[in-house]
């Protein structure tokens, strides 16, 4: 290779560096100028200007021409010094107009570089979200409240969507308080991009499932990317749509993940609010920071005494179970002895507030019923539209009901009633129907259900989805009202702004599965050791939450305390952990529910009213 070319090539690859660079060029051509010019005034018009000093004094005249053309209108002299301080100043304009042309493009590449959210994360303690859903602005406003009484929080999103755009968009649905945004442009999956978010100081890591098609293999590569960086690992939490990848999605994360099963958890969610009016209101109040939430306690506290003692000894908290050695374990025998290697789960308004109650509650002996619960009967639960959940929450559903339980599935869905060998419970009756036509809902006969489910149809985006799902329960409530029949109804929705739109429906329970996966999220960044708590909370194995007659636990229409509604649900091996006001089941936010009321309160509960309480089924 010739050397001219060799020299063009290594001149090329050093224009291609950029600003400084192509600034240290310009240097280099000022340089010469002045050197040049200089030589030039001292061979043709040596001795000029009057008064110089030297060589030096020379090559100071020329700079200050370089660098300020103006210089030259001051200038008087021979016809030779007057020629080449003009070709100087000439050559100085052209240098300095390109100076400040690469100077301001420059600044202008460096303050797009910053508005892209190209800049790495010089945080510590932040909790890092990867990747983008509607599910972020849950997750966000949630972590929000749960550092309201902190300063200086922060919240880092690194998504590939514009930073400006991120910002702006949450900021116009979460009021962000006290807490820092940080939003960074990029791929989750790119090593280089990570590193922007300074993971190794981070508290947690949130990994966002995406919208669109096999959002999980998005999910994956994350987690392998997660993985496979060097440093330090922060706990990870990450949502994965398909049950079926949940075990391939835990070999790709390692033992610093914790995988929410974003199918499973809302299938028994929607199975259990349809068995239990206020199921999902009072799960929903637990996963959220607004009041009631689950904290754990020290069982040195109350070493020595029974899990049924302990349902008193707080004044300011109510004892749901037990975090033991060999896992947890919700509402256990009451004559379960507490441990010091024991922890006790407290639903709690404020972990600052727990505190032990000074002696015993006032109990009203007379109030107490003591009532048996009847044994379980077969059930009819009619099931509209079809999605990819149902499977799940039809063998969830065989799990919960008596043997002898008839289920109707009514949907125009080609997939409806495949895959459901092995049920024990359940007899299975599919019927083709258009779950928006009101002469076709009448001939399915909801009045002879105990329960109706209405799923979001998958064949259909998710906003017609939901459109389509609030017409059904318009319809159903109008046939409710107009035949005066009573059933329980439940229904799927995705959007959380449609809720306000479903609550004229007044149906029982509404299950914004995007929602739940979110606060659920956001609970496990805070404190993954709720994971198991939550588990077993939706699992049909051992206790679970049922708003119960309150009726079965205390004489109805008299004023009684909660701690007496408390010492009649232990009684019955159950642990009480609030109520719910029927007169108030249709006014949001709370649905009438009452979590974790101060044990002296008192209540006047009727006959239309329920305890909730953790109980064995």
Known sequence: MKFRERARYWFDNTMSKGTVSLVGWLAVVSMGLVVVVAGLLMWVAPGEPEGVGG?????????????????????????????????????????????????????????????????????????????????????????????ASESGSVVAVLADRDKLAMEEDIRERVDLGRTRLVCRTGSATEPHDLDLMNLAAARSVVVLSPEGEDPDAHVFKILLALEKRDGPHPP??????????????????????????????????????????????????????????????????????????????????????????????????????????????????????????EGAPAVDEAAIVTARPADPEPERTLLLN????????????????????????????????????????????VKDCDTTDRYALEALGPGLFQHVIVLSDDRFTLHHADTRTLMTLLQLRDMQSAMNEHYSIVSEMHDENNRALAEVTEADDIVISDTVIGLLLAQLAENRHLADVFGFLFDSRGSEIYPRPAGSYVTTGTEVSFATVIEAARRRGETAIGYRDAAGRNVPPHYGIVLNPPKPDLVRLSERDSVIVLAED
Not at 299 to 312: D, F, I, Q, S
Not at 417 to 424: A, K, M, P, S, Y
Request: proline share 3%; aromatic share 6%.
């Open 55 to 147: 060589p030096g004094h020379v090559l100071w005249i020329a700079l200050m021409h370089a660098l300020s053309p103006d210089e030259l209108a001051a200038d008087s002299g021979s016809v030779p010094y007057m020629a080449v301080m003009l070709v100087g100043s000439l050559g100085g304009l052209f240098i300095v107009s390109m100076l400040v042309g690469l100077l301001a493009n420059g600044f202008e590449q460096k303050v797009d570089r910053l508005r892209r959210g190209r800049s790495r994360i010089v945080e510590s303690g932040h909790t890092v979200v990867l990747g983008w859903s509607d599910q972020v602005f849950t997750i966000v406003a949630e972590l929000v409240k749960a550092h």
């Open 236 to 357: 990870v939490v990450a949502a994965i749509a398909a049950s079926r990848n949940v075990a391939a999605a835990r070999l790709a994360g390692g033992a610093d993940v914790h995988l929410v099963d974003s199918d499973d958890t809302a299938s028994r969610l929607i199975v259990q609010s349809s068995r239990q009016s206020g199921m999902s209101v009072v799960c929903m109040d637990l996963l959220n920071f607004d009041g009631g939430e689950i904290y754990l306690r020290p069982g040195a506290e109350v070493a020595g005494r029974t899990y049924g003692e302990t349902l008193h000894a707080y004044g300011t908290a109510t004892v749901i179970g037990l975090r033991r050695p060999s896992g947890v374990v919700l509402n256990p025998a009451m004559d379960t002895a507490v441990t010091e290697a024991d922890e006790v789960i407290v639903i709690a308004h404020d972990d600052s507030r727990i505190e032990l109650a």
């Open 386 to 429: 079809w999605n990819s959940r149902a499977h799940h929450i039809i063998r969830y559903l065989d799990g919960y009901v008596a043997p002898g339980s008839v289920l109707e599935i009514a949907t125009d869905h080609p997939k409806a009633g495949t895959g459901l060998e092995g049920l024990r419970n359940l007899t299975v009756n």
